[in-house]
């Protein structure tokens, strides 16, 4: 690293990007090399934050590791916990039953709106406007109440377990449900009147960060930055898990890859989720809400692999059992680490100020790549 | 040519700034819409939902009985060790002896409430309170002994 440093050519300058002290919490070090104002290279670096999750799940058993990544991609814990869930009763071939499926959709779609707006405020936040973080938030307010009603947690859910989830659902569940898509429809329109269609907001983010279709797949990015660049990647869609099979929404894809595509994907997203729920809401099966599973679980011996469409992308979470109480060693794949790879791709030839719109609409939640 | 279409992009971009700038005036001159709670001072009327997971509790009755038998289901299920069961042993009217909870330690600065004791637990001894204000002045304030002095438990649970 170092080395390389050391070849910059006579007048290059050397900055570094953060942190401010390593106590903040998801803090992202990157190390930047401009000639002038121009980016010639870009390092990020990693660390700041590891837990090591991956060893810490050996030692839990495949009901007590669940919780742990709720504490990787803290914004779609949901998400991450139902990968997990799905991985276990793929080894178990445990039968959800239909009522757990659609709740865990629900969920799942619930966190993704709620992930895509506080994205949407602190990207907002990020080139400089600030009104855009409050009316992100005061949404954002609404979901969290509904977790919190049902899941007993804001942020740190632990909803799902191996066969379901975890408790029924609150009785004022759908009713508040079907209140809050009400209001968001005519929010989400609020939120393009702020910012989508503002002239500064638009010429600072298109052509800004152009991440080329071949270069999306080869850095293996996923999510809304590989489908701002035209890849086909939603998981969803190409590999229906829990009931995403019985729901019609499209997979949105932009073929411009800037800042812009990205941006637009995302945007586009939340109405294909407020579809899904509207669909889902008032068909909730009856039925149990867990299958009846063993007090010990035990996954046979071999590999198993699950991934799922977070918020950030595609995650991945990969069991090697030995036979045991216990996982004989764990891999997740996160989303987040993969589009930070591209940042380099991305702002090479640009200028500094425009890396914040790059970061802005990469959506990097920091503990989910430095897990 | 040109001209035209740069004056054109001049009156779009200033519409689409209004158009902004309107929705910011509605809110500034609309306060009923502001959600905002004043937190410290709407303390009496806060109202958390009943699942709320604040901390875990040991559920007395009001003759200061409670459900736990001290069987370590919660212990084991617990993935960071916040709960320690310590037994002993009772001696029943029959003179037989009988495991029975001594202490009910609770690591409170250990737990993430993930709920999966409050799951295991097989006589639903204990539950999820609502408080969230945690702060202590010193760190040993945090592990707490659940069991109220001279309780027992409950005749007919097992």
């Known amino acids: ?371 | 040519m040109f001209i035209v279409k740069y004056i054109k992009n001049i009156f779009k971009g200033v519409k689409s700034l209004l158009v902004g700038m309107r929705r910011t005036g509605y809110y500034f001159t609309h306060h009923k819409e502001i959600i905002t709670q004043q937190y410290p001072d709407n303390k009496e009327t806060l109202n958390l939902p009943e699942r709320f997971k604040g901390e875990v509790v040991l559920i007395h009755d009001e003759n200061n009985e409670h459900a736990c038998t001290g069987c370590t289901a919660c212990e084991l299920a617990c993935p960071n060790a916040t709960i320690k069961i310590v037994t002993k042993f009772d001696i029943t009217a029959e003179g037989k002896k009988k495991k029975a909870l001594d202490k009910f330690v609770y690591h409170l600065e250990l737990c993430t409430m993930c709920n999966l004791c409050i799951i295991a637990c097989p006589t639903d001894a204990i539950k999820m309170d609502q408080t969230f204000e945690h702060s202590v002045f010193d760190r040993k304030e945090l592990t707490k002994i659940l069991n109220k002095p001279g309780s027992k438990i409950r005749d007919g649970v097992e």
């Open chain 1, 1 to 371: 690293m170092f080395e390389e440093i050391g070849t910059t050519t006579e007048g290059d300058l050397i900055i570094n990007v953060g942190p401010q002290h390593p106590a903040t919490h998801g803090v992202l070090h990157l190390v930047i090399t401009l000639n002038g104002e121009t980016i010639k290279k870009l390092e990020p670096h990693l660390g700041y934050i590891h837990r090591s999750i991956e060893k810490m799940c050996e030692s839990l058993t495949y009901r007590q590791f669940i919780y742990v990544t709720s504490r990787m991609d803290y914004l779609s814990a949901h998400i991450n916990n139902q990968a997990c869930a799905l991985v276990v009763e793929k080894g178990l071939q445990i039968e959800v039953p239909d009522r757990a499926k659609v709740i865990r959709v629900l969920m799942a779609e619930l966190t993704r709106i709620a992930s895509h707006e506080l994205w949407w405020g602190a990207m907002a936040m990020d080139i400089g406007a600030f009104t855009p973080f409050f009316h992100a938030f005061r949404e954002r307010e609404t979901i969290n109440d509904i977790m919190e009603e049902t899941c007993g947690a804001r942020l740190t859910m632990n909803y799902m377990v191996p066969g379901g989830v975890m408790q029924e659902l609150h009785p004022n569940f759908q009713k508040k449900v079907k209140e809050f898509i009400k209001l968001f429809r005519l929010k989400v329109h609020e939120y393009e009147e702020l910012l989508t269609g503002n002239i500064i907001f638009k010429n600072r983010m298109k052509d800004v960060g152009v991440l080329s279709k071949e270069d999306a797949i080869s850095y293996g990015c996923t999510g809304p930055v590989g489908r701002g660049s035209g890849v086909s990647c939603d998981i969803r869609k190409l590999y229906p898990y829990d009931a995403y099979d019985k729901v019609q929404f499209d997979e949105v894809i932009e073929t411009a890859g800037d800042s812009l595509a990205r941006y637009m994907v995302r945007i586009k997203e939340l109405h294909q989720s407020i579809s899904i729920i509207e669909q889902l809401i008032d068909n909730i099966p009856e039925g149990d809400y867990q299958a009846k599973t063993k007090a010990v679980l035990k996954l046979p011996k071999g590999e198993f692999y699950q991934r799922v469409e977070t918020a950030r992308g595609e995650f991945g979470v990969y069991i090697v059992s030995e036979g045991g109480t216990t996982p004989h060693r764990i891999k997740f794949r996160s989303p987040g680490f993969s589009n930070l790879s591209a940042l380099d791709k991305m702002a090479r030839g640009s200028k500094l100020g425009d890396l914040v719109a790059m970061m802005g609409t990469l959506d990097l939640v920091i503990p989910d790549i430095d897990r």
